[in-house]
């Protein structure tokens, strides 16, 4: 049989390309083309040296796992070794996903030109099983990893947001609360709960220490700050925290900055409505936020990706 090692080039760059571009999908990461198409050719390039002599020293497992670091290093923008860590196995999984695709493409096909070595197939339908099994593949594992993702682990029910007012900021840890849908009745905007304690660094202490009597209509205190210290105060009613009918005072931050494992993300037009108890006896967190918010996040809806400083 003749293998033509511009074919098997062509197949592998295919098969590579796919399988990065779904593990970065998978990730949510901010993919760069030129990144993934160089991680793709140092794939593609590999795959040909096991159809010449000496494969056997380029297929060793030790140097295909160097290789597969190096592929996930120059395909995504990882900020750590942690991330490293768990964006391989992600692309060891997918490329099995993908891989069982092809094969199953196979089973139904049963082309009689196929050469399998070291993992490579070449021969008549591999380009097309390669590109049919990709997409099949990105199809099961990306609604396989929605439905995982749907189960929030107890690591993922945090993260922390930056609050900027005034140019001042403070980073708070919150819990993701599916429950959380309140807004404001005005203006719609989303409504992040925080401990007022915990807004010393941007907000006056003789606002914070009187929330309840600012809430009750006694304005003196405000009228006895200069208006610069002053920001855009909201009343917003609630039924939750223990408490019906209730009322919050809450205010328009100049931003937000949701920051998790996966994404950091600037957010515009939300209000910060300050909780003037504890949320929590150990302190695990000091606010919440909204599940549709950071599903508002995931769609860019008036969402920005940051790079310090923001």
């Not at 098997?8 to 779904?22: K, V």
């Not at 929605?146 to 900021?169: A, F, P, R």
């Amino acid at each position: 049989m003749t293998i033509y090692l511009d074919v098997i080039l062509l197949e592998n760059l295919c098969m590579n390309y796919i399988i990065l571009f779904a593990t970065g999908i998978i990730q949510k990461f901010n993919l760069k083309q030129w990144r993934l198409l160089c991680s793709s050719i140092l794939g593609a390039i590999y795959s040909i040296f096991t159809f010449i002599p000496l494969s056997e020293l380029y297929t060793n497992v030790i140097l295909k796992i160097i290789l597969s670091i190096a592929m996930v290093y120059i395909a995504f923008p990882l900020k750590n070794i942690k991330s490293l860590f768990r964006s391989i196995i992600l692309f060891y999984l997918v490329s099995f996903a993908f891989g069982g695709c092809a094969f199953f493409l196979l089973y139904f096909i049963k082309p009689q030109d196929i050469l399998i070595r070291n993992g490579v197939l070449t021969g008549t339908y591999p380009i097309k099983i390669a590109i049919l099994g990709g997409i099949l593949g990105f199809v099961i594992v990306n609604i396989a990893f929605k439905v995982i993702k749907g189960k929030i682990s107890k690591k993922d029910m945090y993260c922390y947001i930056h609050i900027g007012l005034k140019e001042k900021e403070t980073v708070i840890k919150v819990l993701i609360d599916t429950g959380n849908l309140l807004k404001d009745p005005i203006s719609g905007m989303p409504v992040i709960v925080v401990e007022a304690k915990e807004l010393h660094d941007i907000i006056s202490d003789k606002i914070l220490d009187n929330v309840s009597k600012i809430l009750l209509g006694n304005t003196s205190i405000l009228e006895e700050m200069a208006s610069d210290d002053i920001p855009k105060f909201r009343i917003i009613p609630f039924s939750s925290l223990g408490k019906q009918n209730g009322l919050l005072l809450g205010f328009i931050a100049d931003y937000i900055v949701i920051e998790t494992e996966e994404m950091k993300r600037k957010v515009d037009k939300v209000i910060i409505g300050m909780y003037d108890k504890a949320l929590t006896k150990n302190g695990a967190y000091m606010g919440l936020i909204g599940l549709d918010i950071l599903e508002r996040c995931d769609k860019n809806e008036y969402f920005t990706n940051v790079k310090e400083p923001y």
